[in-house]
């Protein structure tokens, strides 16, 4: 079972910047991709950003330049760092966590989902 634990959400001015965090824990044996999703009322939901274990980055186009995804191994620890924050980002912000199980097994995982809402 792997846990993940998010914080960092709220409301937010337009312009304005929050992070995110989100923490794994369980019983794993590694971690390899950690990544945040996000869902707006009535919309699928999407990929924002991506980070493989050894550090390579993937964003989505509509957030480049203003979102930044880190991760810090040591604590299992994923980060979203969202500057010049629009009304357009608000939704619902998912961490997800993939990697290996005891027994060599796959696992992905989703956290709880965190409010982020822009607005003035």
């Known amino acids: 079972q792997v846990q993940l634990v998010e914080s960092g959400g709220g409301l937010v001015q337009p312009g304005g910047s929050l992070r995110l965090s989100c923490a794994a824990s369980?019983?794993?044996?590694?971690?390899?991709?950690m990544g945040w999703y996000r869902q707006a009322p009535g919309k699928q939901r999407e990929l924002v950003a991506g980070?493989?274990?050894?550090?390579?980055?993937n964003y989505a186009d509509s957030i480049k330049g203003r979102f930044t995804i880190s991760r810090d191994n040591a604590k299992n620890t994923v980060y979203l760092q969202m500057n010049s924050l629009k009304a357009e980002d608000t939704a619902v912000y998912y961490c997800?966590?993939?990697?290996?199980?005891?027994?060599?097994?796959?696992?992905?995982?989703w956290g709880q989902g965190t409010q982020v809402t822009v607005s003035s």
């Open positions: 997800n966590v993939n990697g290996y199980e005891l027994g060599l097994r796959t696992f992905i995982s």
């Open positions: 369980g019983s794993f044996l590694s971690i390899n991709a």
């Open positions: 980070i493989t274990s050894g550090g390579r980055t």
